[in-house]
């Protein structure tokens, strides 16, 4: 999400436009088959987890998605607030697969990990990264 803030309206309705159910269910049967991916993991998923085999959870509410753009003074893009309606951030599969935040956690990075930001980028030009 670009650190900028915006005045634009929240749509009332969105048509999906991101297949993020399918995805996010192959994906939780992948890493949640212990032959194909689970034994990556330094530890192994929690039983609840299992039990429900998904790694993420119940979509965020239009009221907290409403909540989290007002806190940030952005729209979220699309596809981001569609991931959110339909799991409520993610869990990590491994080290370099970091877990996705939910809503109630969710900020800008300057707030969140104002080292990262400093990390040197070499000479590269900013990258524009579309929705």
Known sequence: MPDRQSDAPVPESRTAT???RD???RWSEEWLDPVLHEQERHQPFPDEVR???RLGSAG???EELAALEARLGAVLPPSYREFLQTSDGWL?????????LPV?????LK???PELIDLPSGDQEPVGIPD
Do not use: N, Q, V, Y
Not at 92 to 97: F, K, N, Q, Y
Not at 104 to 108: A, D, L, M
């Open 23 to 25: 995805l996010l269910r």
């Open 111 to 113: 707030d969140l990990d």
């Open 104 to 108: 109630r956690e969710t900020g800008w």
């Open 51 to 53: 039990a429900a085999r």
């Open 60 to 62: 965020a509410t239009p």
């Open 92 to 100: 990590d599969t491994t080290t370099s697969i970091r877990r996705l």
């Open 18 to 20: 991101h297949p993020w």
